[in-house]
Each structure stands twice: as C-alpha cells, then as structure tokens.
C-alpha cells in the first residue's frame, strides 16, 4: 500500500524559515517524480514544486510564487521528500500536500500557518 | 502563462441525474510528444484531492465509470452520468503540458447534491 505522510507544519513568523518532510513507503521512491501542492484556507489548489526521479536526473522545478524561497530535495536513502521553505509570507498559509506523479498519491497533508 | 478556467464554480444536482463541469485553457495543451497532459481531481469535504482522469480520458484506478472524461485543445469536460451522494466536493481540473509555469489548476467547481 503506498503511504505518503507529511510533517513537520506549524506557526512561524513572517520572514522565517520551516522545512517540511514527507516519508514514503509502497512504492519505488528512487524513480518516482514527486510534487508539492498547497492549498489555502478554503481555497484552491496550487502547484509548488517538484523533484524528479533519480534516473531522469533528479531536477528541481518550481512555481513562481516560491521561486527563489522554496527548494525541494528528496533522500532516496530513506524515502524520504522535503520541502525547505525560507522567507516566508502569510499568503504561504495553507495545507501543504505531497504527491506523487505518474499514479497519483497524495498524502493528508500538513498546515503551514505564517503570521505575527 | 496559462489560466485554466472552470465553469460552472458551483453546481447543485439531484441524485441519480447527470452533472457536467468545463475546463477551458487559455492555451492549447497538446504537448509536444502528442500527448495532451490534462487531469480531472476530486477534493471531497475534510480529505485530500484525489486524481479522477489523467490524460483527458483515462481513469485512474478505482474510479467510478460514471466519471468520464472528453475533450481536446483547450476545451475538457467532466461528465458524471448519474450523480451518488459520495460526489459531493470540488472538482479541479490540471494542465501539465506547459513548463514553465508548471502544473496549474483550475479554480474548482463545488458540487453539492440539490
């Protein structure tokens, strides 16, 4: 069964820094091409990032918003998906998803709060 | 940059009858393999999105037949063809085929049972 389980979410100030993690299990991690997707309070969804699988290079891609704040890295070692988020604002605010690509899996996510 | 647009944002069916939501993009997204990279995903109330469609038409595992999915260019449709309580939620649809900006969503379509 594949799982996928976020951590790591919690209230920072704007301007700080959190690193989220997502640990993987049910599936080849190495080759999986993996994303970020967030979603703020009753809003919609919205792409963040992704890494791909090792044997297409292991590349990074970001949205626009995040660009330049955000950096995704994976740790094939210990099926594990991170997402080290720096600089952040209040419209970071919302559930942060990871998913996998390919068949898609999403794990129940992790709530980023940013706010003074 | 792409804008994918939904239509209508909120929709309100009986049981047992059919439902339809649009997808338009701003851009065409047949990609540059021939592949056109447009998905269809569900967010029921409370629990994480789940992917219906991949690839316009095809459904993921475990979707219902009910759901389908059509279209081609820069107009998609959604059809449930005979709507179950378990179909309450928001709908999204997702275009993969242009980079950047990357994947992109629709703004959702909420759909509740009248």
Avoid at chain 1, 58 to 68: C, I, L, R, S
Avoid at chain 2, 13 to 25: D, F, N
Avoid at chain 2, 66 to 82: A, C, E, P, Y
Avoid at chain 2, 107 to 113: M, P, V
Wanted: hydrophobic content about 30%.
């Amino acid at each position: 069964e594949v799982q996928l389980v976020e951590s790591g979410g919690g209230f920072v100030k704007p301007g700080g820094s959190l690193r989220l993690s997502c640990a993987a299990s049910g599936f080849t991690f190495s080759n999986a091409w993996l994303s970020w997707v967030r979603q703020a309070p009753g809003k919609g969804l919205e792409w963040v990032g992704r890494v791909k699988g090792k044997i297409d290079g292991g590349t990074t891609e970001y949205a626009a918003p995040v660009k330049g704040r955000f950096t995704i890295s994976r740790d094939d070692s210990r099926n594990m998906l991170y997402l080290q988020m720096s600089s952040l604002k209040a419209e970071d605010t919302g559930v942060y998803y990871c998913t996998t690509e390919g068949d898609s899996y999403w794990g129940q996510g992790t709530l980023v709060t940013v706010s003074s | 940059d792409v804008v994918m647009t939904q239509s209508p944002l909120s929709l309100s069916v009986t049981l047992g009858q059919p439902a339809s939501i649009s997808c338009r993009s701003s851009h065409s997204l047949v990609y540059s393999d021939g592949n056109t990279y447009f998905y269809w995903f569900q967010q029921r109330p409370g629990q994480s999105p789940r992917r219906l469609i991949y690839k316009v038409s095809n459904r993921d595992s475990g979707v219902p037949d009910r759901f389908s999915g059509s279209g081609s260019g820069t107009d998609f449709t959604l059809k449930i063809s005979r709507v179950e309580a378990e179909d309450v939620g928001v709908y999204y649809c997702m275009q993969g085929s242009h980079w950047p900006p990357g994947y992109t969503f629709g703004q959702g379509t909420k759909l509740e049972i009248k």
